[in-house]
């Protein structure tokens, strides 16, 4: 309590002394700084709004699926903020959308939202490789146009049982190779013989690269307007770097998208448990949007951001999964300095990292003729 005051204080005096605005405009810089407002793109991927349109239209087309019946933007869908809010995805065989999805085949980990995906791998130095950029929870994909190929081959899904995983991408390219509209869009955007696998990743990419929401109210602080943030936001984001969560979630993705032991408790209703390969390492997640990424964790655990709380308060002091052995708690988890004011400034505080202003068309047809976004019930 003495300390909260006190770095309350200490801001409040920061700020509105006339003379010495500087120390703590650096301190912001230097743990997360702002998202700048256009993503770097790979040599071999450059940008046109023709491609970033033909992605958008194979991103909600079924045909990409085995069944036809599933989309990228079934899971991702704009409406949900790009993800969905379902613990867990279900994919091949389900009907509906985000937490009115039922059937399906088990997906053992909770959607990503694809907003400001095009960022994964920024760090609070400003420097990063699209080519590199990490994807999914475990980090084992990198870039946007390598990971939008693996939901097509993964039986779980969008591929199902009935095509195997080595013939499943020729089919989809002989669909796409019979539908006029895609091949006049992919030999306008690739060329002559543009439909291809590769391609295909490009162009779904360079859509992605377009979801952007970088105008928060918190950028809008860190971008110069100091009535932006509430006083309790202020003091839960001295509290959020003092704490020792900044530590992972620093950058201006708040992620240093590194792989951390948090010891997440397994979730009971999925049929296995999810050890990341062994390691029970996962990726720290962006704390952007997390109005959309509800339910929380690799595996949709947790419902609120109290719930979070609550479980970094407990993790501190012991591991609390049964699986993962406390000594292997990552070592800036048991660092951090957690009381019950500070949680709830905290919440305030993430919940100005929200913005809700991004590119949510709907999209009513698309050249397949398939039901967009397939059976999502809309
Ligand atoms: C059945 C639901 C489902 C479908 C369909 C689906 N995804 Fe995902 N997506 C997920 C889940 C679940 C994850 C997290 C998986 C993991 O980490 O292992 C994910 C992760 C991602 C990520 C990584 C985000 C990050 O920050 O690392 C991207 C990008 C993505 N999906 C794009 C796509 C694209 C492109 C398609 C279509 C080609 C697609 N998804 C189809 C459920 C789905
Ligand atoms: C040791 C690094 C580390 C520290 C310190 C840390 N986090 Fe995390 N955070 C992670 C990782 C890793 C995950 C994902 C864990 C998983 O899914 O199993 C995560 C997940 C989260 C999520 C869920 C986001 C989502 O979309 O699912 C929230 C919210 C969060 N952390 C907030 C905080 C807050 C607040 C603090 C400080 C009290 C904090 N974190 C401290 C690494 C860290």
């Not at 407002?37 to 991927?45: D, F, M, S, V």
């Not at 190929?149 to 013939?167: C, D, F, V, Y």
């Not at 720290?284 to 951001?305: E, I, K, Q």
Request: glycine share 8%; hydrophobic share 35%; proline share 6%.
């Amino acid at each position: 309590m003495t300390k909260n005051l006190l770095s309350m204080l200490l801001f409040v005096s920061i700020i509105f002394s006339s003379c010495t605005p500087e120390p703590i405009e650096l301190n912001i810089e230097n743990r997360f700084g702002q998202l700048p407002a256009t993503a770097l793109t790979p040599i071999q991927n450059p940008y046109s709004p023709e491609k970033a349109q033909l992605g958008k239209l194979l991103f909600w087309d079924p045909i990409l699926s085995g069944n036809q019946d599933i989309a990228c933007v079934t899971c991702h869908h704009p409406s949900h903020g790009y993800a969905e809010q379902l613990e867990f995805s279900l994919g091949v065989g389900g009907v509906g959308l985000s937490d009115s999805r039922r059937n399906g085949t088990v997906v053992k980990r909770n959607s990503q939202t694809i907003l400001n995906t095009a960022f994964n791998g920024l760090k609070a130095e400003g420097n990063y490789t699209p080519e590199l950029a990490p994807m999914f929870w475990d980090n084992r994909n990198t870039s946007l146009e390598e990971q939008a190929i693996e939901p097509i081959l993964s039986a779980e899904e969008m591929r199902g049982h009935q095509i195997s995983k080595t013939a499943i991408m020729d089919t989809i390219l002989a669909r796409l190779q019979s539908i006029p509209t895609y091949v006049t869009y992919f030999e306008a955007v690739f060329g002559e013989n543009g439909i291809t696998a590769e391609n295909l990743g490009r162009a779904i990419a360079a859509f992605e690269r377009t979801l952007i929401a970088n105008q928060s109210r918190f950028d809008q602080y860190a971008a110069g307007n100091p009535n932006a943030l509430s006083s309790l936001e202020l003091r839960g984001m001295m509290n959020f770097i003092e704490t020792g969560c900044a530590n992972c979630h620093g950058g201006p993705m708040f992620s240093d998208f590194e792989l951390h032991v948090l010891t997440v408790p397994e979730n009971g209703k999925l049929p296995l448990i999810d050890d990341g390969d062994g390691t029970f390492a996962f990726r720290t997640p962006t704390l952007r949007n997390l109005d959309v990424t509800a339910p929380y964790m690799h595996n949709g655990v947790f419902s609120t951001l109290e719930e979070v709380l609550e479980f970094y308060d407990d993790a501190v002091d012991e591991s609390q999964n049964p699986n993962i052995p406390s000594e292997r708690r990552d070592e800036k988890l048991r660092q951090l300095e957690l009381n019950d004011d500070e949680l709830s400034s905290i919440v305030a505080f993430l919940r100005s990292l929200n913005d809700n202003d991004f590119d949510a068309e709907i999209v009513k047809e698309v050249p397949s003729g398939l039901n967009p976004g397939g059976n999502i019930d809309l």
